[in-house]
């Protein structure tokens, strides 16, 4: 018995975590059991490899020694949390995963995208994600939903938030291009609108993926 993983993908002030509780209620409305995680994080060494990379504590050793923060946080989450989920027959939903990897590491540049690719597939294993939902914006409107959200300036822009515009541009190209190379995985999700429409989108989406998976009975047809 396998579960399914779902990862939710996108730049700053996408509405992922917005998201990401409304996907669960609705499977969990659904019978099904929904482990709710996210990254950097979700599992106890993992929170506080993501507090240091969040501080901006790997930022002076070059994009690579990020990357490789992450992974080593990725790798704890994978073996505590994730894969026993699985292994269990839940459903884990997981806020981020190793594509943000792929697109804030390799936006920050002077980075080799076959040694990144290369350290995906030694951290990941088998552990791909069954869908990717990548929630798409103009990078100004995420930014300005992230200050927003912050209190306009009162506190302080994380390690990644603190990049400029022309790095949340690249980032939100590199999410796409992802998108583009693997559309069997990724579904692309237009956030730029209310979040009933978003959370509409996405469920359409998990239907014709997991009809079957969830046992959801087809449309009525007039
Ligand atoms: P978080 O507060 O969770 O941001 P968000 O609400 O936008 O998801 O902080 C996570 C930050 O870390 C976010 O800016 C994206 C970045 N990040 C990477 O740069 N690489 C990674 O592999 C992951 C998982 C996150």
Redesign the pocket.
Known sequence: MSGLFITLE?????G??TQIRRLAARLEALGQTVVLT????GSPYAERV?EA??AGQGKPYGPFA??LM??A??LDHLKQTIRPALARGEIVLC???????????GALGALNQDELLALERVVVGETRPDLTLILDLPAETGLAR?DARRGGGELKA????SENLNFHKRLRKAFQSIAQAEPERCCIIDADRDAEEVEFAIWECIKQKFAQDLNIAPEPVD
Do not use: C, N, V
């Not at 996108?10 to 996408?14: C, I, L, P, T, Y």
């Not at 996210?38 to 994080?41: A, I, K, S």
């Not at 994380?158 to 938030?161: K, S």
């Open positions: 996108g730049g700053e002030g996408a992922k975590s996210r990254e950097p994080g993501r990379i969040l990020e990357a992450f992974s946080a990725r806020d981020r995963f190793a594509d943000s990897t792929r697109a804030y590491q992230a994380d390690r990644f938030e």
